[in-house]
């Protein structure tokens, strides 16, 4: 019998977050069945990882506190929200300064709007305050897994690759271009 | 029997893809057949059942609450058995012509009827009243556990004589395979005698070992002891030779020597076995322990990690532990010892994360203190001031959440024991200048 097994943080850019449009059918049988996104360049995620700036934070609460954070990497914005089910994120952020470098794991949300765009955003699982080193290091390493995941896809190596084909009509190249210019944003 | 369960398991299995719809029809088909043998079965025992009621809790079972096919089979006989006041081994025990003749290799599932041509190659000592003879058989084609029921009334078998049993059940407990000879259980001995493969335990160098419910022999030092955490288990730990270290258990019904940490052994007859991917060696009751003169030196392999920290486990930060067994205390209590004195102590166990993969990892006090930069001593005051044990774990996710570090130590179970811990510095623009070579 298979393991329970942790869900793999992710590593995407808030571009390709912010293109990811492709939402999974949960399965209706099973309350614990995690909810994944499918995104342009082939990552079927649950969970994920980003490090970024944040640059604007507000409680948008009306009764308990809810806190809308948007934090940024070099190619876009992240939307976090934090409220009473995740508190400690939630301290985070009502703590920190902006900007600053804040690190989240968390699920991804998705929304779809009454028009029908889906919009994603992060239900963070922990924040922390963390440095320009940590920032580096993730920006290169978000890149470097980008360009592995673009490479599969145009190996057809990818598992994900039919989902993608089918779903997206986007060119690869510009998330190639993306890794790329983040990149040289940190040289 | 056993064709009839292939297939149904196959349904079953079928039923999960995409071409739902065109199974479901062959699944209806599946379980009015089903109910239709159980309707005839119970007719030779002089009962008759409404087919449509058996049908009904046939399909309520499988395609309502998603029960497997033979679950399901097994689940509505038993209810019927009940009502009618028929006894199980009347109702099974009399399909004779059902259960097939097999090899013991070809067993691989529970609670199936099966009669075998074996020898018997070992018998062991009973454990309980209830058994009347336990120990080992075997055919052409391996070995199996077996165990003959006290109540089973049956003529006692011979280590090395060879016999055709008739009408065992299989039963199965963590992935092995056993068989019980009960009341409506044949024995006959054979004139031929059955072969077995050969058994012989070969010896093995623990970086070897890939397979379970294989017979070794090893020379190996104790290299810990652990509390056992159970008492039918005598000792438990790790052994290691030049080229790693395996977790081992030594039952306490084995009645083998105290091993003693530090010494080197002459290990014969163990038993692998394996769980979620790892691999532990089992002492059994003809397992033997040979001391030796030689000083094992000890190969640790061990494995590196580097990734960001993105969870800290429940029960890290500033702990108690138990001061006779060393054990973590839960609310104040042992589980073993109830209510202690606690000893401080500091740990965290943490998920590392690289994107592709996790990692758990166990982050003794001395790393804990070195990477948290909170000595246990400046914990407990911390504990103290705030009357709360949890600011230390709360400052410890503080400080190391969403971190990369790079860890080594060796791999136990789930967990990297932590050996050393880096924190990852600053990118060089080399890296980046070859990353962005690759690709522009």
């Known amino acids: 019998m298979a393991a329970f097994a942790r869900e793999v943080a992710y590593r995407i850019f808030a571009q390709e977050l912010r293109d990811t449009t492709l939402v999974?059918?949960?399965?209706?049988?099973?309350?614990?069945?995690?909810?994944?996104?499918?995104?342009?360049?082939?990552a079927k995620v649950n969970r994920i990882f980003i490090v970024g700036t944040l640059t604007e934070k507000e409680d948008i609460g009306t009764d308990a506190e809810y806190w809308r954070a948007r934090i940024s990497d070099p190619t876009g914005t992240f939307f976090v929200y934090a409220g009473q089910y995740q508190p400690d994120a939630a301290r985070v952020i009502a703590d920190a300064s902006v900007p600053e470098f804040l690190a989240v794991v968390g699920k991804v949300g998705v929304y779809t709007t009454e028009d029908g765009n889906v919009m994603t955003s992060i239900r963070p699982e922990a924040i922390s305050v963390v440095d320009a080193v940590t920032r580096d290091r993730w920006v290169?390493?978000?890149?470097?897994?980008t360009l592995d995941r673009i490479r599969k896809l145009e190996d057809r190596s990818s598992q994900n690759i039919e989902m993608v084909q089918e779903h997206y009509s986007l060119d690869i190249e510009q998330y190639r271009q993306v890794a790329i210019s983040a990149l040289e944003s940190i040289q | 029997m056993i064709t009839f369960t292939l297939l149904f398991g196959y349904l079953y299995l079928s039923g999960c893809s995409r071409m739902k719809h065109k199974l479901d029809d062959r699944g209806n088909v599946m379980i009015q057949e089903t109910s239709e043998q159980i309707r005839k079965r119970f007719l030779e025992l002089d009962v008759d059942i409404e087919p449509g009621e058996i049908e009904r809790r046939l399909s309520d079972l499988i395609e309502r609450f998603k029960v497997p096919a033979q679950e399901a089979q097994r689940s509505v006989v038993s209810y019927f058995l009940r009502e009618h006041k028929i006894k199980r081994e009347d109702y099974y025990g009399a399909m004779q012509g059902e259960t097939s003749s097999m090899r013991i290799s070809d067993i691989d599932q529970a609670e199936q009827w099966v009669s075998l041509h074996a020898k018997v190659v070992q018998l062991w000592e009973s454990t309980s009243p209830a058994i009347d003879q336990v120990g080992l058989i075997g055919d052409e084609t391996g070995t199996i556990k077996f165990v003959k029921w006290a109540k089973a009334n049956l003529p006692a078998l011979?280590?090395?004589?060879?016999?055709?049993?008739?009408?065992m059940t299989t039963d199965e407990w963590e992935g092995r395979f056993s068989v019980k000879m009960n009341r409506t259980t044949r024995i006959s001995e054979l004139d031929e005698e059955i072969e077995t493969p050969d058994r012989e335990a070969q010896l093995v160098a623990i970086d070897g070992i890939n397979e379970s419910g294989k017979w070794i022999n090893l020379r190996a030092k104790v290299t810990q002891l652990w509390d056992s955490e159970h008492e039918s288990i005598d000792q438990i730990g790790l052994i290691g030779d030049e080229t790693g270290t395996i977790k081992f258990v030594k039952w306490a019904k084995s009645e083998l020597p105290e091993l003693?940490?530090?010494?080197?052994?002459?290990f014969e007859n163990l038993v692998t076995d394996e769980f979620e991917e790892r691999f532990s060696v089992k002492f059994n009751k003809s397992s033997s322990i040979k001391e030796i003169d030689d000083d094992i030196e000890v190969g640790y392999s061990t494995t590196e990690f580097t990734g960001a920290m993105v969870h800290i486990q429940d029960g890290s930060g500033l702990i108690r532990r138990c001061p006779i067994c060393n054990r973590a205390l839960m609310k104040g209590t042992c589980m073993e010892h109830g209510n202690v004195d606690g000893i401080h102590d500091l740990r965290i166990k943490a998920v590392m994360d690289d994107g592709i993969a996790v990692q758990e990892a166990l982050f003794n006090r001395e790393i804990t203190e070195s990477i948290g930069g909170i000595t246990v001593d400046e914990a407990k005051e911390m504990a103290v001031d705030a009357l709360d044990h949890n600011v230390v774990l709360d400052e410890m996710k503080k400080r190391l959440l969403g971190r990369y570090y790079t860890i080594t130590g060796s791999i136990l179970d789930r967990y990297l024991l932590v050996e050393s811990v880096q924190l990852m510095g600053g990118i060089s623009d080399h890296e980046i200048e070859s990353l962005l070579a690759e690709v522009t």
Do not use: F, W
């Open chain 1, 24 to 42: 999974l059918e949960r399965d209706i049988e099973d309350a614990y069945a995690p909810q994944y996104v499918v995104t342009p360049t082939g």
């Open chain 1, 140 to 145: 290169v390493e978000t890149a470097r897994q």
């Open chain 2, 158 to 167: 011979v280590e090395g004589k060879s016999y055709s049993i008739e009408n």
């Open chain 2, 260 to 266: 003693v940490e530090g010494k080197s052994y002459s």
